[in-house]
């Protein structure tokens, strides 16, 4: 079955810009979370949404939101772009949260010029 | 807060022998799960071994195990027989609940592997 589908795959953006970045989780996968990867930061956690719901969110600014629709599918936008959102977003996704697994996708990486 | 500390940056190992990564955690939450990923350069992580905080005994998924010492808070992986198809980064990630999918990551160990 198809795993994790992120698209696209890069995108390069201009400072001031917004992006949507979407994720289309395993079929039958309901929760999804959104990670943020930079060489300064590692690592780190956006959001988690699970039946349409967020259910957590990590320290990022208002910048950063997103959404979940019926079909579980994903979406993260961008607002007003600086040269530091420039990173390698992933989305992951499970069957419910708190699964002993959960599968990544490629990423989405964004660069801001 | 929760924390994950993976102290080396790099690891080299000669194909066919064993290598240890070493991670080490930090949590005052009893339920946690522990969680070991690949990433290639092609960006994406892929799954390798999960250690429950309760679990009695070690995690072992084929050439895969987690060393898992509770009382020093470390989850070391281990594996075995490396390939050269093993060169990539590792991370260990911990999740702070049994309800939520959010981990938390450590800032990684890339190991390259030798002929």
Known sequence: ?113 | AQKITQTQPGMFVQEKEAVTLDCTYDTSDPSYGLFWYKQPSSGEMIFLIYQGSYDQQNATEGRYSLNFQKARKSANLVISASQLGDSAMYFCAMREAYNTDKLIFGTGTRLQVFP
């Open chain 1, 1 to 113: 079955k198809a795993g994790v589908t992120q698209t696209p795959r890069y995108l390069i953006k201009t400072r001031g810009q917004q992006v949507t970045l979407s994720c289309s989780p395993i079929s039958g996968h309901r929760s999804v979370s959104w990670y943020q990867q930079t060489p300064g930061q590692g690592l780190q956690f956006l959001f988690e949404y699970f039946s349409e719901t967020q259910r957590n969110k990590g320290n990022f600014p208002g910048r950063f939101s997103g959404r979940q629709f019926s079909n579980s599918r994903s979406e993260m936008n961008v607002s007003t772009l600086e040269l530091g959102d420039s990173a390698l977003y992933l989305c992951a996704s499970s069957l419910e949260p708190g699964e002993t697994e959960a599968f990544f996708g490629q990423g989405t990486r964004l660069t801001v010029v």
